[in-house]
């Protein structure tokens, strides 16, 4: 978890795979969030790496979400295998020549299996392949390398489509990430922190020799999060990811009636009983938002700001 707002993803593709348990502990301790389990098929990139039986052993080894990235030129006729095997997330390129149709059902098959559904979207392709496709998306994810291998180098011109991405998801208030992948390190961190990225997928300088992951786990995180203080924060730090605040505290039914109106707004919602239990008394409930939704669900229900409480 940590505190601030990136979010690790460490790929093992550079991970020793004869001893995959042994690297799976070591992102565990380091503190990345997720694993990011690259399949490649030989014929959508030339690699070949691995498919189902894989991630559903590496499933058997980890409680942390598992998020497969696809690179695999029928998604749709695989995608039901990589949900048995206990994906937490299914991405698959955008580019991949199957009819669009067919791309927008295989989006759907993973959500309809509560999976968060993702598109991939490789250097030489806009990122507005993916536009016609955003109300079946979960997650857009930005190569930042030409998919196929770890350890290539950071192609900066790629970075802007992050903030491009991120914009289409704009309307939608909560649920939705940017994932960005290839060639991050701490020296590209802060970049891609800038545009917006809300989950970095890091390989190969999570396993470079002599580096101590942990802390290349927490540079990445620390300096993405400059990023966004510096390009989007104007200054200010970004909320911490996983904060919840509370926005409201009305006696019981009210307080459910509210968060139930919350919810078909698309924002979550917990409803908690106030002080202390009293006979008799039903005490009053708070309603918490996570803290990036603060100020829209303010808005939208007029619960006033936060500063307005304090007088
Ligand atoms: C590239 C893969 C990436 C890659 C990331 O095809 O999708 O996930 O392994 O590794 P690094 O961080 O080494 O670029
Ligand atoms: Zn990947």
Avoid at 42 to 69: C, W
Avoid at 130 to 136: A, C, K, N
Avoid at 209 to 230: N, Q
């Amino acid at each position: 978890m940590g505190t601030g707002r990136a979010r690790v993803a460490a790929s093992i593709l550079t991970a020793d795979f004869g001893n995959l348990y042994r690297a799976v502990r070591k992102l565990e301790k380091a503190g990345v969030d997720r694993l990011h389990l690259d399949v490649m098929d030989g014929h959508f990139v030339p690699n070949i790496t691995f498919g189902p039986d894989v991630v559903a052993s590496i499933r058997h080894l980890t409680k942390l979400p598992l998020d497969v990235h696809l690179m695999i030129s029928e998604p749709s006729r695989y995608v039901e295998r990589f949900i048995k095997a206990g994906s937490d997330s299914i991405t698959f390129h955008v580019e991949v020549e199957e009819p669009d149709e067919v791309k927008r059902e295989t989006l759907r098959t993973i959500r309809t299996a509560r999976r968060a559904s993702g598109l991939a979207v490789s250097p030489k392709t806009p990122t507005s392949a993916v536009e016609p496709y955003v109300p079946d998306l979960d997650i857009i994810m930005i190569m930042t390398v030409e998919p196929g291998w770890g350890g290539q180098k950071f192609i900066r011109g790629c970075a802007p489509k992050i903030a491009e991405a991120a914009a289409y998801f704009k309307p939608r208030p909560h649920g939705w990430e940017i994932h960005v992948d290839g060639g991050i390190s701490r020296e590209t961190a802060e970049i891609v922190g800038g545009f917006g990225a809300d989950i970095l997928v890091v390989g190969s300088a999570l396993f470079e020799r002599g580096h101590d992951t942990a802390r290349e786990v927490r540079l990445v995180k620390m300096f993405a999060d400059e990023g966004w203080r510096k390009e989007i924060g104007k200054g200010e730090p970004p909320i911490p990811r996983d904060e919840w605040r509370v926005v409201a505290q009305l006696p019981k039914a009210e307080a459910e009636h509210l968060s139930r109106r919350m919810e078909e707004k698309g924002i979550p919602s917990l409803v908690m009983r106030t002080g202390p239990l009293i006979e008799g008394v039903e005490p009053e409930r708070v309603v918490m938002v996570p803290g990036t939704v603060e100020v829209y669900t303010r808005k939208t229900f007029k619960l006033g700001f936060a500063e307005e409480d304090e007088l």
